[in-house]
Structure formats: C-alpha cells, structure tokens
C-alpha cells in the first residue's frame, strides 16, 4: 500500500501494509485474538532492520497508534510476542490492530522528528504524548544586535500573538530542530564555558556610558561570559566569539570533543570519577548536536512561519506578477489527506497582507480519493461559483499550494464558470518556485525576497488550517463522534 510521508515538505515514501495472515478484517472482534496476533508477529519480524517509524491500523483502515523504532522488527515484533505487557493504556490497542504500516527512516533522529509529524497530523487514539502544541527546540544566534546573544527557543520565527516580530529575531541565525531538548541545553552551556556569549535578554548598545557603571551576572565572576553588559569585552573581540560559537555549530565539533575526551581520561587516572562522569555527559551532549534536522526540511511548519511587513511584501509580489497595482485580497488552498481517506481541502484569506480569519473556509472532498488535481478542481469551483458575481469577496490573486499540475487544475476549473478569473499562482515546495497562469517557465526568487516570503506565510498557513480540519475528520471517525 502506498501512503504519503507526512514529513519534510515535498516528501513522499512508500510504506507497506501488513495484515494478518487468513484474518477478516471486516470484524476484528470476531478474530482468534491468538492466531491475528501471531501472523502479525511473524511479519514483523521479517521488516528490514533500520530505523523508521510504525503505523498500527484497524480494520477500518484508522490509524491507531503511531510508533517510532531503533530497529522496526525488534520494536514492532514486542507488541505481538505472547507476553507483552503494553500497560493499560495500549493494551486495548492489540483488540483491534489487525494490520501495520511502516516508514523506513535513514537515522534515528529522522524516525523521531517522523514519529512527532504523524501524530501532530492525525492524532491516534492511543497516543497520548506529542497530541500537544510542543514542538522540538531550535538554537538562535542573534545578528541584529550589537552584542548578539544565544538561547534556545521554540518559536524560531519569533513571531509574537499580534504578528509582529522583535528586532533582535530579524535575520537571526537558527539552528535546528533539535530532537533533545535536554541535550541541547546542556551543550550549550558547554559551549559557553569556552566561546564565552551571552544569553540573557538585556539591550546592550556599544558605548552607552551606562554600561561602566552595571553590575555583570554570576556568569562573568566563573568565566562563562565576557560581560558585554558592563563594557569588560570590546564589540570586535565579542563578535569573533560569537562567529567561532557558530563555526562550531556548523562543524563536527571534533576538536572541542577530543578535548573533553583527553580531560576525561585524565580524570580517570587521578581517580576523579565524579568528574570523569560529569565530562562524560557532556561529551554525550555535544554528540546529540548532530541529532537535528533544518528548517528548509519543514518538520514543524507550525512554528517556522516567518513574518513579512505586508506593505513590502504586496509591492514585491506586484513587481514579480506584473500587476496594476499591490493586490489587497490573496486566497491560499491547501489539500490534506492521508493514502486518499479523509480528503480535506482549506481556504486562507489574506487582505492586506494579513490573515482574515473571518474569511477562512473548510471543506470536505469526498470520492477523489488521493488525487489532488480533481480535488482542486472540485473546491476551486465550490468556492468560486458564486463569489465571482459580486456574493462573496473576490482576490486579487488566488495561490495553491502545489506545482504546476495543481495550478493547471485550478485554471481548468476557473475556466467553467462564467466569471472574471483572478491571477492564479501555485507554489511548490522544495525549491520554492513560483508558477504563473500562462507562463512557461516559473519563477525562481531569493529567499529572502518579501514578495516569496509572503507567499509562503499564504501557504503555510492554508496547510496549518488544512491540517486542523484533516485532524478533527480522523478524530471523529475513530472515535465514532
């Protein structure tokens, strides 16, 4: 059975099904519980032995519980084995799991931030940890600033409840997601002990006669940091820190880990076990930096979302799709499924360059299955059938999410109806490319450039909204709401 991967952006894997041997599937509740659970034993323990993550299913062909593995057949055989005990919470689960489904992942990081994309997307029933909002952490070195400074964070976009972004989070560097929160913690303050930045909060500007005259933190009086705060570093020394810190972030790290191993050793020798253990973790730590994906990957689109100034980012995209004027009123639309079953499609409004949530709109695609082109079709003429005459607000320019099928499939639809068709775009993942109505070649912008920034900000939330509704659809059908 093939199955989209719902992880980075543009992504697709094939995963396979697994069903019990000579068990109907209509009725689990009828199975011989021992002989179902036998032939799914059997199966996985004939997975290949690699990392990835695991899909238990029912006989509805609902995702139940989602699962991520070191080795598939040594963690997904474990449910299946005789005298499993998988605890009140999941034992129920073997009632009703007639077949399994799997990812192949490359490393175990990979299966883990898999693992957490799934379940954020569908939200089995028998998963109760990542059903939250938390997300994996990012580490951000500021660039703005004078003396920039380093923290970890969950928001990598910075973006604030009213939409607006800090100054210090403007351009900032930012490294991650990071799959160890922990781990990542406890490197950098490693790491601190030896670049020596600063990860407070304060606004110090080079010069301010204020600053001779402030009191530095505990971290100074330990050598943990250079105390901008008080004038003790000069702004040229300071930033060679902080660019040597991010030297580091980007390499292998091997010559800071050969000297805590060399330390480490020595501390053995003289017997100094605490000591020995303490540089022991750390080395561990700063080993687990290399557990993290990026950001160009779009594990965690939900809190990735930058900010663009709407004003720039209209007069950009104007100039990039030659219009009269900035256009006001941008429509996003998003399709979401999972291998074809509970298809979804989402509406955004952007007016203005900000999201007009009044304007938002959810719809059910039923009988396409998983081919997304018909069910563009079928919502772009849902939604424009009226809107068109004056009924509704009509964009200015309507943006899909997808490549140049899905913009085919939207213009085809515009085409039926007896309306004025606005602009119609489509943005693919990945590369970022901008197709145009009647263009044959896309567009290719910077990433920086506000006019794409903005159109991302469409997209990505269309697919937010999507991903909202696709999740209450699954949970009402397995919960039987």
Sequence with gaps: MAARRLGPAGDTRFVECHVAEDTPTSNPHEDD???????????????????????????????????????????????????????????????????????????????????????????????????????????????????????????????????????????????????????????????????????????????????????????????????PCAGKVTLTAYGQQVEHFVRFMGSKRSRMLGELRKEMAEASEKLEFERAAELRDQIAAIEKLEERSSRRDGWQPETEIGYVEPEKGLRSLQKTLGLDEPPRVIEGFDIAHLSGNETVASKVCFVDGRPFKSEYRRYKIKGMGNDDYASIREVISRRYREAGVGHELYPDVVLIDGGLGQLHAALEALRTMDVPAPMVISLAKKEELIHVQERAEPIRLGRENFGLRLCQQVRDEAHRFARHYHHLLRRKRVVGE
């Design 33 to 227: 519980r021992a002989e179902r659970l036998a032939g799914l034993l059997k199966h996985a323990r004939a997975l290949p032995s690699v990392p990835g993550v695991y899909l238990m299913k029912d006989a509805r062909d609902v995702v139940v519980y989602v699962g991520k593995a070191r080795r598939l057949p040594d963690r997904v055989s474990s449910y299946f084995v005789p005298s499993a005990d998988l605890g009140p919470a999941k034992s129920p689960m073997l009632d009703v799991v007639v077949c399994f489904e799997v990812i192949e992942c490359e490393t175990e990081f990979e299966a883990l931030l898999t693992e957490n994309r799934l379940i954020k997307d569908i939200r089995p029933r028998f998963n109760v940890r990542l059903t939250d909002d938390k997300t994996f952490p990012y580490l951000v070195v500021t660039q703005r600033e004078d003396f920039p400074r380093v923290f970890v964070t969950r928001n990598p976009a910075g973006v604030r409840e009213d939409g607006t972004t800090p100054e210090h989070m403007k351009g900032a560097r930012v490294f991650g997601p990071f799959v160890n929160a922990g781990a990542l913690r406890e490197a950098v303050q490693v790491a601190q002990r030896v670049f020596k930045f600063r990860d407070c909060k304060l606004d110090i500007v080079e010069g301010d006669p204020k600053n001779r005259y402030f009191r530095p933190c505990l971290l100074y009086s330990i050598g943990q940091c250079t105390a």
